[in-house]
């Protein structure tokens, strides 16, 4: 069955330090996702990513954020300046298209800011 | 903007016993899904129901939604140990983004 894959499982760094998770959507999926959850609290949204252009983001989604479909399998959060508070599990999802409501979610990425 | 609330925060049961959880949110939705997730894992999608139903079967998963009180259950019969996970409401809005907007979670944990 197809599944959405993330890159690192676990990523620590240092404070300032820029990182970049990595996301395989499923491959005929259009619609793409990132959320974020800190330990302990809810699944936040972050941004999501249709047609090469961002459709939709929070207000978490700060200019320290970016997000990029380089080809035609990745789709990449990065983070330019991270922060104690940018801890958190990071999850990519997609979406096959605008009259499919199911979000396929990936398995996540540990960031750990030090 | 809206949020889905879960309750109970925690429920322990045993094996054998239905499970409900409940969930409120506060705006208008085109649809609520409701999501597992495994102890550090990812989110797994167990069920969809939309603003103009009232009630979903899935397998042992039963699903309600009263868009009068703004408010869904969720009901697992026959729980398993397997079904320990915590379990979050998500609700969609109507305004054709399909952006998830989660509630914190009900930790179920159920013994043998």
């Known amino acids: 069955e197809p599944e959405v894959t993330q890159t690192p499982s676990h990523q620590v760094t240092q404070m300032g330090q820029e990182v970049i998770l990595r996301c395989v959507p499923i491959s005929n999926h259009l619609y793409f996702y990132w959320y974020r959850q800190i330990l302990g609290q809810k699944v936040e949204f972050l941004v999501s990513f249709y047609n090469n252009e961002i459709s939709e983001k929070s207000e978490i989604f700060d200019d320290q954020f970016s997000v990029e479909r380089p080809d035609g399998s990745n789709f990449t959060l990065k983070i330019r300046s991270t922060k104690l508070e940018d801890s958190a599990m990071y999850f990519c999802?997609?979406?096959?298209?605008?009259?499919?409501?199911?979000?396929?979610f990936g398995p996540g990425t540990r960031l750990t800011v030090t | 903007s809206q949020q889905g609330e879960e309750d109970p925060q925690a429920l322990s049961i045993q094996e054998g016993e239905n499970a409900t959880m409940n969930c409120s949110y506060k705006?208008?939705?085109?649809?609520l899904q409701w999501y597992r997730q495994n102890s550090g894992r990812g989110l797994v999608h167990l069920i969809l129901i939309r603003s103009n139903e009232r009630e979903k079967h899935s397998g042992r998963l039963r699903v309600t939604l009263d868009t009068s009180k703004k408010s869904s259950s969720l009901l697992i019969t026959a729980s398993r140990a397997a079904d320990t996970a915590s379990y979050f409401c998500?609700?969609?809005?109507?305004?054709?983004?399909?952006?998830?907007?989660f509630g914190k979670g009900t930790m179920l944990l159920v013994s043998p």
């Open positions: 998500a609700t969609v809005p109507p305004s054709g983004y399909s952006t998830l907007t």
């Open positions: 999802a997609s979406k096959a298209d605008r009259g499919w409501d199911e979000q396929y």
């Open positions: 705006t208008s939705i085109n649809n």
